[in-house]
């Protein structure tokens, strides 16, 4: 990383008491698996990947995105868990419409405005809220799968706002959060 560069990224935070519930999960993975990197981010569904950002033009950066708010309040379902294996365990939520238009404007603001590029993973946008990845051992995957994949999860949360999150240099942390125009 640069001098100067600042890494963040963009995405949906869950609200109490459903993040904290979420949080216990990824304990759990803790104790049983030894995973633990999921620990190094509040729970959310990543709309951007990370990326470097300048941190002396923070303030640009926080302005287009404050201008990139004009969505309407929506509802994510989320049901039972999925996987990319051989290292990521996720709460998978339901296809919403609203979430993947949402996704795609801001992609669209931050390519035009400020030329950021990369915002998804090769495989395209494929929203979840990870409870283990990286640290998962292939064994600790493959046991923990057999218990996760038929592990019923639901809950729902309306989502009236997006977070840019910032990099403490050993953790993620909510920075600034960005409410809808269109909330009511």
Same mark, same amino acid.
């Given at each position: 990383? !640069?001098?100067? =560069?600042?890494?963040?990224?963009?995405?949906?935070?869950?609200?109490?008491?459903?993040?904290?519930?979420?949080?216990?999960?990824?304990?759990?993975? @803790?104790?049983?698996?030894?995973? !633990?990197?999921?620990? %190094?981010?509040? $729970?959310?569904?990543?709309?951007?990947?990370? /990326?470097?950002?300048?941190?002396?033009?923070?303030? %640009?950066?926080?302005? @287009?995105?404050?201008?990139?708010?004009?969505?309407?309040?929506?509802?994510?379902?989320?049901? +039972? /868990?999925?996987?990319?294996?051989? %290292?990521?365990?996720?709460?998978?939520?339901?296809?919403?419409?609203?979430?993947?238009?949402?996704?795609?404007?801001?992609?669209? $603001?931050?390519?035009?405005?400020?030329?950021?590029? #990369?915002? @998804? #993973?090769?495989? +395209?946008? #494929?929203?979840?809220?990870?409870? $283990?990845?990286? =640290?998962? %051992?292939?064994?600790?995957?493959?046991? $923990?799968? !057999?218990?996760?994949?038929?592990?019923? /999860?639901?809950?729902? /949360?309306? @989502? &009236?706002?997006?977070?840019?999150?910032?990099?403490?240099?050993?953790?993620?942390?909510?920075?600034?959060?960005? &409410?809808?125009? &269109?909330?009511?």
């Amino acid at each position: 990383m !640069k001098k100067g =560069d600042q890494k963040y990224f963009l995405a949906i935070i869950p609200p109490e008491p459903l993040a904290g519930e979420i949080t216990s999960i990824k304990k759990e993975f @803790v104790e049983k698996y030894n995973s !633990k990197a999921s620990l %190094r981010s509040p $729970a959310h569904i990543t709309l951007h990947m990370p /990326f470097q950002w300048k941190e002396r033009k923070e303030e %640009r950066l926080l302005n @287009v995105l404050a201008q990139t708010s004009n969505f309407s309040p929506f509802n994510v379902e989320l049901d +039972g /868990f999925g996987a990319f294996s051989p %290292r990521t365990i996720f709460i998978q939520p339901k296809p919403c419409e609203e979430l993947e238009a949402m996704n795609m404007e801001l992609l669209e $603001a931050t390519k035009k405005q400020l030329n950021l590029f #990369h915002a @998804v #993973h090769i495989g +395209g946008f #494929h929203p979840h809220i990870t409870v $283990a990845f990286r =640290d998962l %051992r292939k064994p600790m995957f493959l046991e $923990a799968w !057999k218990e996760f994949e038929q592990r019923a /999860f639901k809950a729902s /949360f309306q @989502v &009236n706002s997006f977070w840019l999150l910032k990099h403490n240099g050993k953790s993620w942390d909510a920075y600034r959060e960005f &409410n809808f125009c &269109n909330s009511q």
